[in-house]
């Protein structure tokens, strides 16, 4: 789709881009590139494609033109300059981070973020001397205390797991380009359907493609897409990427590709030397999932609209956080991001806390208990007992994950099912 008009609609996009009939074949749905390696036409086209002088295929851990289409079509859903897709959420956090950082640098996060991140920037990052400070991006002023001149990218979910807090992601993204960093922003609760962070000033997008853009719950994966809009030279701030590269015969990765070097340098050192590729098997299905995206986050916010409402009147429950009810804290920000929908994932309280959590989990039917969010199923699961259990009681309260606390991703069956479904389970506890 490269050669057709950007004016498309994004459902159009969600179909096209990235894919067109196998030159060989004339397959119309992108093929299953199963394979490792590829043919080099001579020694001369050999040696260009490994001096980046010539874009091409030369092994599967950095491109596989099954993976290559997914990526652009992420990329083009998000308004992305380019995008490299690796085998997870979290290797592409891990990606993004190390274009980034070097060991002894900081970065800004956001306290609500999916449990598994905190843990990821929290302890396994401080290991490759990258160390965080977690802030209340909820809190613009408390942003402003918390920013110091050597912090190197602010990370945010605009839409954060599990809480369905909405954060005010342009204001935070004036707050880094003032401080010459880059706004990280993990866009897998929102999808672009629903949110596209480049429209309100993010440079990088993370993706758990595992989730909602896959959207069945069969295959994982992750993406790292850039804006093209951020001043690496200008920052100052970015060294490796700006500077000669060790990693690839002293090439700068900014002065040689300009607005889309950080996703060179995301694939080219950080996929090729630590190798979380994408399997071409992932990535086409992926991609058949991204062809019905707008109509499966339609149906989902549809459902989840019905069932908060629904737990917002029951007596054994104490609060529903979601921006779509009138009451939400966050009902005003997310008219202003998310005008088809705040999402389908969300958290409610149970009268009876931790207890009581651990009934409804272990009662409902219909509904999965599983650690997962995304699927066409509806899914249920207790934060404090699972996903966030390696937090302390302080920072799961923090991130929205507290003893009470049961977190929904609500599916595509009948809504009224799952609404029996959870009445029936929250009557005995
Ligand atoms: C918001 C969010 N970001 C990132 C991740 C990590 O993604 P993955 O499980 O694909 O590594 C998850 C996983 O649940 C998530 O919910």
Redesign the pocket.
């Known amino acids: 789709m490269t050669n057709q008009p950007k004016e498309y609609g994004l459902e159009t996009r969600a179909i096209h881009a990235g894919s067109r009939p196998d030159a060989t074949t004339g397959a119309r749905n992108t093929p299953i590139y199963q394979t490792t390696s590829y043919v080099f036409d001579d020694v001369d086209h050999a040696a260009d494609l490994f001096n980046l002088q010539t874009f091409g295929f030369i092994y599967s851990r950095l491109t596989n033109p099954t993976v290559s289409a997914l990526e652009e079509r992420i990329a083009n859903l998000e308004g992305g300059r380019a995008g490299v897709c690796c085998a997870?959420?979290?290797?592409?956090?891990f990606l993004a981070f190390f274009s980034l950082l070097e060991p002894g640098d900081r970065f800004l996060a956001s306290k609500n973020?999916?449990g598994?991140?905190m843990t990821q920037f929290g302890v396994s990052f401080k290991r490759l001397g990258w160390d965080v400070d977690f802030v209340d991006c909820t809190d613009l002023e408390a942003v402003k205390a918390a920013i110091k001149p050597e912090h190197k990218a602010l990370f945010i979910?605009p839409l954060?797991?599990p809480g369905g807090v909405i954060l005010d992601t342009q204001a935070l993204a004036d707050l880094a380009h003032e401080n010459q960093m880059v706004l990280i922003a993990?866009n897998?609760?929102a999808t672009p359907y629903l949110f596209r962070p480049f429209e309100h000033g993010a440079d990088i997008i993370?993706h758990?493609?595992?989730?909602f853009l896959g959207g069945h719950g069969t295959s994982?994966?992750?993406a790292v897409i850039e804006s093209g809009k951020f001043d690496w030279v200008k920052s100052g701030k970015y060294p490796a990427l700006v500077e000669a590269d060790p990693a690839y015969h002293g090439l700068s990765f900014i002065e040689t590709f300009g607005d889309f070097g950080f996703s060179m340098k995301t694939r080219c050192v950080g996929l090729r030397d630590f190798g979380p590729a994408m399997s071409p098997t992932n990535a086409f299905n992926l991609l058949t999932g991204i062809e019905t995206l707008h109509l499966r986050m339609e149906r989902h916010v549809e459902n989840a609209r019905k069932v908060a409402t629904f737990l917002a009147q029951h007596p054994a429950v104490s609060w529903v956080s979601y921006a779509g009810l009138a009451d939400s804290p966050y009902h005003d920000l997310a008219q202003k991001y998310f005008p088809k929908g705040p999402g389908s994932v969300f958290t409610f309280g149970v009268k009876g806390g931790f207890e009581a959590g651990v009934k409804v989990v272990e009662n409902v039917n219909l509904i999965s208990h599983l650690?997962?969010?995304g699927d066409t199923r509806s899914l249920i699961i207790h934060p404090a007992s699972t996903?966030h259990r390696q937090l302390s009681e302080e920072q799961q309260i923090a991130s929205g994950a507290g003893p009470d606390v049961l977190r929904l991703s609500i599916g595509l069956e009948t809504a009224d099912d799952i609404i029996r479904d959870l009445d029936e389970a929250l009557s005995l506890t």
């Open positions: 997870s959420g979290h290797s592409a956090q973020l999916y598994g991140s979910e954060a797991n993990d897998t609760m993370t758990s493609a595992t989730k994982m994966g992750g650690a997962n969010i996903t």
